[in-house]
Protein backbone atom coordinates (compact mmCIF):
# COMPACT_ATOMS: atom_id res chain seq x y z
CA UNK A 1 0.00 0.00 0.00
CA UNK A 2 0.83 3.56 -0.61
CA UNK A 3 -0.01 6.99 1.29
CA UNK A 4 -2.77 8.81 -0.17
CA UNK A 5 -3.89 11.96 -1.41
CA UNK A 6 -0.20 12.51 -3.24
CA UNK A 7 1.53 12.64 0.89
CA UNK A 8 4.96 11.98 0.90
CA UNK A 9 6.63 10.61 4.08
CA UNK A 10 7.96 13.98 3.85
CA UNK A 11 4.65 15.46 4.68
CA UNK A 12 3.97 12.50 7.79
CA UNK A 13 5.04 13.86 11.71
CA UNK A 14 5.33 11.13 13.70
CA UNK A 15 6.30 13.64 16.31
CA UNK A 16 9.02 14.06 18.42
CA UNK A 17 10.30 10.60 20.93
CA UNK A 18 10.58 13.14 23.54
CA UNK A 19 7.67 14.01 25.29
CA UNK A 20 9.53 17.25 26.56
CA UNK A 21 9.95 18.71 23.34
CA UNK A 22 6.69 17.14 21.39
CA UNK A 23 4.54 20.84 21.23
CA UNK A 24 2.06 18.45 19.54
CA UNK A 25 1.15 15.66 21.88
CA UNK A 26 -1.84 17.31 23.69
CA UNK A 27 -3.16 16.60 20.15
CA UNK A 28 -2.14 12.54 20.41
CA UNK A 29 -1.85 12.15 23.58
CA UNK A 30 -3.45 8.41 24.18
CA UNK A 31 -5.64 7.67 27.31
CA UNK A 32 -4.24 4.38 27.88
CA UNK A 33 -5.59 2.29 30.84
CA UNK A 34 -2.88 3.83 33.10
CA UNK A 35 -3.74 7.34 32.83
CA UNK A 36 -6.94 6.49 33.79
CA UNK A 37 -5.71 5.05 37.16
CA UNK A 38 -3.73 8.09 37.68
CA UNK A 39 -6.39 10.60 37.69
CA UNK A 40 -8.88 8.95 38.97
CA UNK A 41 -6.04 8.87 41.95
CA UNK A 42 -6.29 5.39 42.40
CA UNK A 43 -2.55 4.77 41.86
CA UNK A 44 -0.20 7.48 43.02
CA UNK A 45 3.06 5.71 41.99
CA UNK A 46 3.37 5.53 38.52
CA UNK A 47 6.41 2.95 37.50
CA UNK A 48 7.58 2.51 33.58
CA UNK A 49 10.81 2.13 31.79
CA UNK A 50 12.63 4.55 29.90
CA UNK A 51 10.47 5.78 27.47
CA UNK A 52 7.68 4.19 28.49
CA UNK A 53 5.32 7.33 28.61
CA UNK A 54 5.96 8.47 32.51
CA UNK A 55 7.01 12.41 31.57
CA UNK A 56 4.08 12.13 28.47
CA UNK A 57 1.52 11.56 31.27
CA UNK A 58 2.99 14.03 33.62
CA UNK A 59 3.36 16.97 31.06
CA UNK A 60 -0.39 16.45 30.06
CA UNK A 61 -1.73 16.37 34.22
CA UNK A 62 -2.73 19.81 33.81
CA UNK A 63 -4.74 19.66 30.98
CA UNK A 64 -5.92 16.39 31.32
CA UNK A 65 -7.62 17.46 35.30
CA UNK A 66 -8.73 20.58 33.10
CA UNK A 67 -11.01 18.65 30.58
CA UNK A 68 -12.32 16.68 33.24
CA UNK A 69 -14.21 19.40 34.24
CA UNK A 70 -12.00 20.30 37.07
CA UNK A 71 -11.45 23.96 36.72
CA UNK A 72 -10.17 25.05 40.02
CA UNK A 73 -7.80 21.96 40.96
CA UNK A 74 -4.21 23.35 41.42
CA UNK A 75 -1.79 21.10 39.88
CA UNK A 76 2.06 21.48 41.20
CA UNK A 77 4.39 20.07 39.29
CA UNK A 78 7.42 19.39 40.64
CA UNK A 79 10.77 17.95 38.95
CA UNK A 80 13.84 18.43 41.49
CA UNK A 81 17.27 19.00 39.59
CA UNK A 82 20.91 18.68 40.52
CA UNK A 83 21.30 21.24 43.32
CA UNK A 84 17.93 20.52 44.54
CA UNK A 85 18.55 16.84 44.95
CA UNK A 86 22.20 17.82 46.65
CA UNK A 87 20.92 19.46 48.94
CA UNK A 88 17.93 17.48 50.05
CA UNK A 89 20.18 14.48 50.31
CA UNK A 90 22.27 16.07 52.66
CA UNK A 91 19.92 17.32 54.91
CA UNK A 92 19.86 15.66 58.53
CA UNK A 93 18.46 15.53 62.29
CA UNK A 94 19.59 14.83 65.18
CA UNK A 95 18.27 11.80 66.59
CA UNK A 96 16.50 10.72 62.97
CA UNK A 97 17.67 7.79 60.45
CA UNK A 98 18.38 9.27 57.20
CA UNK A 99 14.96 7.57 55.71
CA UNK A 100 12.87 9.49 58.35
CA UNK A 101 15.19 13.23 57.89
CA UNK A 102 14.63 12.80 54.14
CA UNK A 103 10.90 11.71 54.76
CA UNK A 104 10.31 15.11 57.00
CA UNK A 105 12.33 17.57 54.29
CA UNK A 106 10.46 16.14 51.57
CA UNK A 107 7.35 16.92 53.84
CA UNK A 108 8.38 20.21 54.65
CA UNK A 109 9.45 20.82 50.97
CA UNK A 110 6.29 19.84 49.44
CA UNK A 111 4.00 21.84 52.10
CA UNK A 112 5.71 24.78 51.22
CA UNK A 113 6.00 24.63 47.21
CA UNK A 114 1.84 24.14 47.96
CA UNK A 115 1.87 27.25 50.41
CA UNK A 116 3.66 29.17 47.11
CA UNK A 117 0.74 28.24 45.19
CA UNK A 118 -2.15 28.97 47.27
CA UNK A 119 -0.83 32.06 48.12
CA UNK A 120 -2.20 34.27 45.59
CA UNK A 121 -5.60 32.41 45.21
CA UNK A 122 -8.56 35.13 44.42
CA UNK A 123 -11.74 35.52 47.49
CA UNK A 124 -13.64 34.36 44.94
CA UNK A 125 -12.21 30.86 44.93
CA UNK A 126 -12.25 30.97 49.03
CA UNK A 127 -16.63 31.35 49.89
CA UNK A 128 -15.20 30.53 53.64
CA UNK A 129 -13.42 33.24 55.89
CA UNK A 130 -11.30 30.22 57.40
CA UNK A 131 -10.17 29.39 53.91
CA UNK A 132 -9.23 33.10 53.38
CA UNK A 133 -7.49 33.16 56.63
CA UNK A 134 -5.58 29.97 55.60
CA UNK A 135 -4.74 31.71 52.66
CA UNK A 136 -3.16 34.79 54.02
CA UNK A 137 -1.38 33.55 56.87
CA UNK A 138 0.39 31.22 53.91
CA UNK A 139 0.47 33.99 51.70
CA UNK A 140 2.38 35.81 55.10
CA UNK A 141 4.66 32.78 55.34
CA UNK A 142 6.03 32.95 51.50
CA UNK A 143 6.51 36.88 51.26
CA UNK A 144 8.46 36.60 54.90
CA UNK A 145 11.14 34.13 53.49
CA UNK A 146 10.70 34.03 49.44
CA UNK A 147 9.21 37.68 48.89
CA UNK A 148 6.81 37.33 45.87
CA UNK A 149 8.05 34.84 43.81
CA UNK A 150 7.08 30.93 44.26
CA UNK A 151 9.35 28.74 45.91
CA UNK A 152 10.64 26.24 44.52
CA UNK A 153 12.67 23.27 45.60
CA UNK A 154 16.43 24.33 45.80
CA UNK A 155 16.39 27.01 47.95
CA UNK A 156 13.98 25.12 50.17
CA UNK A 157 16.22 23.10 50.33
CA UNK A 158 19.24 24.64 50.77
CA UNK A 159 17.96 26.52 53.75
CA UNK A 160 16.77 23.06 55.18
CA UNK A 161 20.57 22.69 55.68
CA UNK A 162 20.78 25.79 57.78
CA UNK A 163 17.98 24.60 60.14
CA UNK A 164 14.50 25.09 60.34
CA UNK A 165 15.83 28.35 62.52
CA UNK A 166 16.92 29.94 59.54
CA UNK A 167 13.14 30.50 58.53
CA UNK A 168 10.53 33.52 59.56
CA UNK A 169 7.82 31.74 61.10
CA UNK A 170 5.40 34.00 62.43
CA UNK A 171 2.78 33.29 60.53
CA UNK A 172 2.36 30.20 62.49
CA UNK A 173 2.78 31.98 66.04
CA UNK A 174 5.93 30.69 66.94
CA UNK A 175 8.18 33.38 66.78
CA UNK A 176 11.43 34.78 64.62
CA UNK A 177 14.67 33.28 65.07
CA UNK A 178 13.52 30.56 66.52
CA UNK A 179 16.90 28.48 68.52
CA UNK A 180 16.88 25.50 69.62
CA UNK A 181 19.19 22.82 71.89
CA UNK A 182 20.77 19.42 71.19
CA UNK A 183 18.57 18.29 73.95
CA UNK A 184 15.12 19.77 71.87
CA UNK A 185 12.47 17.74 69.46
CA UNK A 186 13.61 18.69 65.85
CA UNK A 187 10.96 21.75 64.97
CA UNK A 188 10.76 20.82 61.39
CA UNK A 189 7.57 18.55 62.00
CA UNK A 190 5.94 21.26 63.95
CA UNK A 191 6.41 23.48 61.40
CA UNK A 192 5.08 20.94 58.55
CA UNK A 193 1.81 20.42 60.14
CA UNK A 194 1.40 24.09 60.91
CA UNK A 195 1.76 24.22 57.25
CA UNK A 196 -0.14 21.24 56.42
CA UNK A 197 -3.37 22.47 58.60
CA UNK A 198 -3.89 25.89 57.07
CA UNK A 199 -3.46 23.78 53.22
CA UNK A 200 -5.96 21.13 54.25
CA UNK A 201 -8.69 24.62 55.47
CA UNK A 202 -8.18 25.22 51.82
CA UNK A 203 -8.06 21.87 50.49
CA UNK A 204 -11.63 21.00 51.44
CA UNK A 205 -13.04 23.57 48.51
CA UNK A 206 -9.76 23.28 46.06
CA UNK A 207 -8.27 19.84 45.11
CA UNK A 208 -4.49 20.41 45.00
CA UNK A 209 -2.52 17.63 43.48
CA UNK A 210 1.15 17.27 43.61
CA UNK A 211 3.71 15.67 41.03
CA UNK A 212 6.79 14.45 40.53
CA UNK A 213 9.30 14.16 37.59
CA UNK A 214 12.77 13.59 36.49
CA UNK A 215 13.38 11.70 39.77
CA UNK A 216 16.19 9.53 37.83
CA UNK A 217 18.09 12.18 36.31
CA UNK A 218 20.45 12.97 39.43
CA UNK A 219 20.17 9.35 40.42
CA UNK A 220 23.50 7.78 40.89
CA UNK A 221 22.65 4.49 42.79
CA UNK A 222 24.17 5.59 46.10
CA UNK A 223 23.15 4.92 49.32
CA UNK A 224 22.60 8.41 49.87
CA UNK A 225 20.31 8.50 46.79
CA UNK A 226 18.64 5.67 48.00
CA UNK A 227 17.74 7.25 51.86
CA UNK A 228 16.40 10.23 49.68
CA UNK A 229 14.02 8.47 47.13
CA UNK A 230 13.03 6.28 50.39
CA UNK A 231 11.71 8.91 51.96
CA UNK A 232 10.17 10.76 49.18
CA UNK A 233 8.07 8.04 48.78
CA UNK A 234 7.44 7.78 52.64
CA UNK A 235 6.10 11.53 52.78
CA UNK A 236 4.39 11.18 49.48
CA UNK A 237 2.39 7.94 51.03
CA UNK A 238 1.59 9.47 54.26
CA UNK A 239 0.21 12.88 52.85
CA UNK A 240 -1.79 10.63 50.85
CA UNK A 241 -3.04 8.76 53.60
CA UNK A 242 -3.98 11.56 55.51
CA UNK A 243 -5.38 14.33 53.08
CA UNK A 244 -5.83 12.43 49.86
CA UNK A 245 -9.39 12.08 49.41
CA UNK A 246 -9.24 10.40 45.38
CA UNK A 247 -11.50 12.89 44.28
CA UNK A 248 -9.27 15.45 42.25
CA UNK A 249 -11.75 18.25 43.48
CA UNK A 250 -10.61 18.40 46.95
CA UNK A 251 -7.89 17.09 49.11
CA UNK A 252 -4.40 16.69 48.87
CA UNK A 253 -3.20 14.40 46.51
CA UNK A 254 0.39 13.47 45.56
CA UNK A 255 1.67 11.25 42.44
CA UNK A 256 5.20 9.73 41.80
CA UNK A 257 6.56 8.86 38.36
CA UNK A 258 9.28 6.93 38.65
CA UNK A 259 11.78 4.59 36.95
CA UNK A 260 10.64 1.04 37.19
CA UNK A 261 14.15 -0.74 37.88
CA UNK A 262 15.11 2.15 39.55
CA UNK A 263 11.81 1.64 42.39
CA UNK A 264 12.84 -2.18 42.31
CA UNK A 265 16.15 -1.74 43.50
CA UNK A 266 14.69 0.09 46.66
CA UNK A 267 14.65 -1.94 49.86
CA UNK A 268 12.69 -0.06 52.63
CA UNK A 269 10.17 -1.25 55.93
CA UNK A 270 6.95 -1.54 54.63
CA UNK A 271 7.59 -1.72 51.01
CA UNK A 272 4.44 -4.03 50.43
CA UNK A 273 2.32 -0.96 52.10
CA UNK A 274 3.03 0.71 48.96
CA UNK A 275 1.77 -1.90 46.33
CA UNK A 276 -1.82 -1.06 46.36
CA UNK A 277 -0.79 2.61 45.02
CA UNK A 278 1.57 1.24 42.15
CA UNK A 279 0.36 1.58 38.63
CA UNK A 280 2.42 -0.28 35.61
CA UNK A 281 2.97 1.90 32.36
CA UNK A 282 1.94 -1.14 29.90
CA UNK A 283 2.02 -0.54 26.29
CA UNK A 284 0.77 -3.81 23.58
CA UNK A 285 0.53 -3.81 19.96
CA UNK A 286 -3.24 -2.80 19.78
CA UNK A 287 -2.03 0.43 21.83
CA UNK A 288 0.76 1.40 19.95
CA UNK A 289 -0.80 1.33 16.72
CA UNK A 290 -3.34 3.52 18.27
CA UNK A 291 -0.69 5.97 19.26
CA UNK A 292 0.66 5.99 15.84
CA UNK A 293 -2.50 6.57 14.03
CA UNK A 294 -3.63 9.30 16.30
CA UNK A 295 -0.26 10.80 14.97
CA UNK A 296 -1.14 10.68 11.42
CA UNK A 297 -3.13 12.63 9.20
CA UNK A 298 -6.81 12.29 8.56
CA UNK A 299 -7.78 8.23 7.11
CA UNK A 300 -4.03 7.57 7.04
CA UNK A 301 -3.11 4.42 9.04
CA UNK A 302 -0.04 2.28 9.74
CA UNK A 303 -0.90 -0.13 6.82
CA UNK A 304 -0.68 2.72 4.33
CA UNK A 305 2.92 3.62 5.54
CA UNK A 306 4.33 0.68 4.14
CA UNK A 307 5.05 -1.56 0.98
CA UNK A 308 2.62 -4.37 0.93
CA UNK A 309 2.72 -7.80 1.77
CA UNK A 310 4.61 -9.47 4.83
CA UNK A 311 7.99 -9.79 6.26
CA UNK A 312 9.73 -12.71 6.66
CA UNK A 313 8.08 -14.73 9.02
CA UNK A 314 4.41 -13.78 7.32
CA UNK A 315 4.28 -10.98 9.98
CA UNK A 316 2.98 -7.30 8.95
CA UNK A 317 5.48 -4.28 8.59
CA UNK A 318 3.93 -2.36 11.34
CA UNK A 319 3.60 -5.47 13.76
CA UNK A 320 7.53 -6.55 12.46
CA UNK A 321 8.78 -3.31 13.92
CA UNK A 322 6.85 -3.51 17.33
CA UNK A 323 8.13 -7.10 18.06
CA UNK A 324 11.66 -5.38 17.58
CA UNK A 325 10.71 -2.81 20.44
CA UNK A 326 10.22 -3.13 24.05
CA UNK A 327 7.15 -1.99 23.74
CA UNK A 328 7.44 1.50 24.59
CA UNK A 329 6.16 4.59 22.18
CA UNK A 330 9.49 6.26 22.28
CA UNK A 331 11.12 2.70 20.54
CA UNK A 332 8.41 2.79 18.05
CA UNK A 333 8.75 6.33 17.04
CA UNK A 334 12.00 6.14 17.03
CA UNK A 335 12.09 2.96 14.64
CA UNK A 336 9.74 4.90 12.47
CA UNK A 337 11.81 8.12 11.68
CA UNK A 338 14.50 5.40 11.00
CA UNK A 339 12.73 4.18 8.15
CA UNK A 340 11.42 7.32 6.90
CA UNK A 341 14.46 9.14 6.77
CA UNK A 342 16.26 5.73 4.74
CA UNK A 343 13.27 5.99 2.35
CA UNK A 344 13.43 9.73 1.87
CA UNK A 345 10.81 12.32 2.11
CA UNK A 346 9.64 12.02 -1.59
CA UNK A 347 8.90 8.36 -1.00
CA UNK A 348 5.16 7.38 -1.06
CA UNK A 349 6.01 4.04 1.57
CA UNK A 350 8.26 2.62 3.40
CA UNK A 351 9.57 -1.02 1.71
CA UNK A 352 10.82 -3.93 3.40
CA UNK A 353 14.32 -3.23 2.18
CA UNK A 354 14.24 0.14 3.92
CA UNK A 355 12.93 -1.80 7.32
CA UNK A 356 15.82 -3.69 7.12
CA UNK A 357 18.62 -1.11 6.76
CA UNK A 358 16.52 1.24 9.34
CA UNK A 359 16.70 -2.16 11.81
CA UNK A 360 21.02 -1.96 11.51
CA UNK A 361 20.94 1.74 12.69
CA UNK A 362 17.73 1.37 15.36
CA UNK A 363 19.37 -1.99 16.80
CA UNK A 364 22.54 -0.39 17.39
CA UNK A 365 20.83 2.53 19.04
CA UNK A 366 18.92 0.13 21.79
CA UNK A 367 22.27 -1.79 22.79
CA UNK A 368 23.80 1.40 23.58
CA UNK A 369 20.49 3.02 24.94
CA UNK A 370 19.96 -0.45 27.57
CA UNK A 371 23.88 0.58 28.79
CA UNK A 372 22.60 4.29 29.40
CA UNK A 373 20.02 3.07 31.00
CA UNK A 374 21.49 1.01 33.56
CA UNK A 375 25.08 2.23 33.83
CA UNK A 376 24.35 3.74 36.98
CA UNK A 377 22.04 1.58 38.72
CA UNK A 378 24.01 -1.84 37.10
CA UNK A 379 27.37 -1.57 37.26
CA UNK A 380 28.24 -5.19 35.63
CA UNK A 381 25.27 -4.62 33.18
CA UNK A 382 27.37 -3.28 30.42
CA UNK A 383 29.65 -6.64 30.50
CA UNK A 384 26.54 -9.14 30.53
CA UNK A 385 24.88 -7.26 27.55
CA UNK A 386 28.00 -7.13 25.98
CA UNK A 387 28.93 -10.67 26.25
CA UNK A 388 26.08 -11.37 24.40
CA UNK A 389 27.59 -9.95 21.24
CA UNK A 390 28.14 -12.80 18.44
CA UNK A 391 26.36 -15.23 20.03
CA UNK A 392 23.15 -17.10 18.98
CA UNK A 393 19.20 -16.08 19.31
CA UNK A 394 18.49 -18.78 21.47
CA UNK A 395 19.75 -21.42 24.20
CA UNK A 396 17.85 -24.77 24.82
CA UNK A 397 17.93 -24.56 28.42
CA UNK A 398 19.29 -21.81 30.97
CA UNK A 399 21.92 -24.12 32.08
CA UNK A 400 23.34 -24.10 28.29
CA UNK A 401 23.16 -20.03 28.37
CA UNK A 402 24.85 -20.02 31.95
CA UNK A 403 27.66 -21.95 30.67
CA UNK A 404 27.50 -19.69 27.80
CA UNK A 405 28.21 -16.59 30.16
CA UNK A 406 30.49 -18.21 32.33
CA UNK A 407 32.57 -18.58 29.14
CA UNK A 408 32.28 -14.82 28.13
CA UNK A 409 32.57 -13.19 31.77
CA UNK A 410 34.30 -15.62 34.08
CA UNK A 411 34.87 -13.12 36.95
CA UNK A 412 31.57 -11.47 37.43
CA UNK A 413 30.12 -14.89 37.45
CA UNK A 414 32.36 -16.01 40.01
CA UNK A 415 31.79 -12.46 42.24
CA UNK A 416 28.12 -12.30 42.36
CA UNK A 417 27.03 -15.69 40.59
CA UNK A 418 25.00 -16.58 37.35
CA UNK A 419 21.47 -16.41 38.50
CA UNK A 420 21.82 -12.92 39.83
CA UNK A 421 23.48 -11.75 35.90
CA UNK A 422 20.66 -13.88 33.80
CA UNK A 423 17.88 -12.49 35.98
CA UNK A 424 19.15 -8.95 35.64
CA UNK A 425 18.77 -9.42 31.53
CA UNK A 426 15.62 -11.18 32.03
CA UNK A 427 14.25 -8.04 34.22
CA UNK A 428 15.35 -5.93 31.21
CA UNK A 429 13.41 -7.70 28.69
CA UNK A 430 16.84 -8.68 27.43
CA UNK A 431 16.19 -11.98 27.23
CA UNK A 432 13.09 -14.16 27.29
CA UNK A 433 12.20 -17.75 28.10
CA UNK A 434 10.30 -20.09 26.19
CA UNK A 435 8.54 -23.01 29.13
CA UNK A 436 8.59 -26.24 27.34
CA UNK A 437 9.28 -25.73 24.23
CA UNK A 438 5.48 -24.46 23.61
CA UNK A 439 4.19 -21.16 22.72
CA UNK A 440 6.43 -17.83 22.70
CA UNK A 441 9.37 -16.71 24.12
CA UNK A 442 7.65 -14.49 27.14
CA UNK A 443 10.05 -11.13 27.88
CA UNK A 444 8.90 -8.88 31.28
CA UNK A 445 8.24 -6.02 28.90
CA UNK A 446 5.29 -7.80 27.69
CA UNK A 447 4.41 -8.68 31.22
CA UNK A 448 5.80 -6.66 34.11
CA UNK A 449 4.55 -9.26 36.59
CA UNK A 450 6.51 -12.22 35.12
CA UNK A 451 9.62 -14.05 37.07
CA UNK A 452 12.41 -16.39 36.18
CA UNK A 453 11.52 -19.42 35.69
CA UNK A 454 13.79 -22.45 37.36
CA UNK A 455 14.10 -24.17 33.39
CA UNK A 456 12.99 -23.43 29.84
CA UNK A 457 14.74 -22.07 26.55
CA UNK A 458 16.25 -18.42 26.43
CA UNK A 459 16.27 -16.40 23.65
CA UNK A 460 17.32 -12.96 22.76
CA UNK A 461 15.15 -9.86 22.79
CA UNK A 462 15.38 -9.23 18.77
CA UNK A 463 15.54 -5.73 19.74
CA UNK A 464 19.39 -6.56 20.01
CA UNK A 465 20.08 -8.45 17.07
CA UNK A 466 21.49 -6.48 14.89
CA UNK A 467 23.45 -4.10 17.63
CA UNK A 468 25.07 -6.81 19.04
CA UNK A 469 25.75 -9.19 15.54
CA UNK A 470 23.22 -11.94 17.03
CA UNK A 471 23.70 -15.58 15.09
CA UNK A 472 20.49 -17.05 14.19
CA UNK A 473 20.33 -21.54 15.33
CA UNK A 474 19.05 -23.13 12.78
CA UNK A 475 16.49 -25.73 14.06
CA UNK A 476 14.31 -24.05 15.94
CA UNK A 477 10.83 -25.89 15.16
CA UNK A 478 9.54 -22.18 13.78
CA UNK A 479 10.77 -20.06 15.64
CA UNK A 480 13.04 -18.41 13.27
CA UNK A 481 15.01 -15.06 14.55
CA UNK A 482 13.70 -12.64 11.79
CA UNK A 483 9.85 -13.61 12.68
Known sequence: MTL????????????SADAESDRRLSEYFVKAPYVEDALSLKRTLILGRKGSGKSALFSQLERLFRASGLATTIVVQLTPDQYSWTALRQYREQGLMPEQAHTNAWKFAIATAI????????????????????RDRLRAFIHQNYGKTHPTLYPTATRLLNGIKSFNLEAFGFGVGIERTDKELPLTPMVIDALLVLIAQIARIIG?????????????????????????LKATKDLNDRYSRQNPSSGISLLVFLRADIYEGLQFDDKDKHRATEVQIAWDAGLLKKMIEQRLQDEVTTGDLFEEGEMRGSILPFNYLVKRTFLRPREVIQFLQACANIAGRDATEISKEHIRQAEERYSAWKVEDLKQEYRR???????????LRQGLHRYDSLEEFEKFLRGRIPQ??????????????FNASVIGVRLGNAGSPRFRCEDSGLVLPASGAVYVHQSLYRGLSIREKRGTDGDEADS
Open 4 to 15: PKNLTLGQIDFG
Open 115 to 134: AGSLADLSDVLLPTQEAKEA
Open 208 to 232: IIVAFDKLDDSWDGSNESKHLLIGL
Open 377 to 387: LHPDFESALEA
Open 412 to 425: IIERIGSRPIIELL
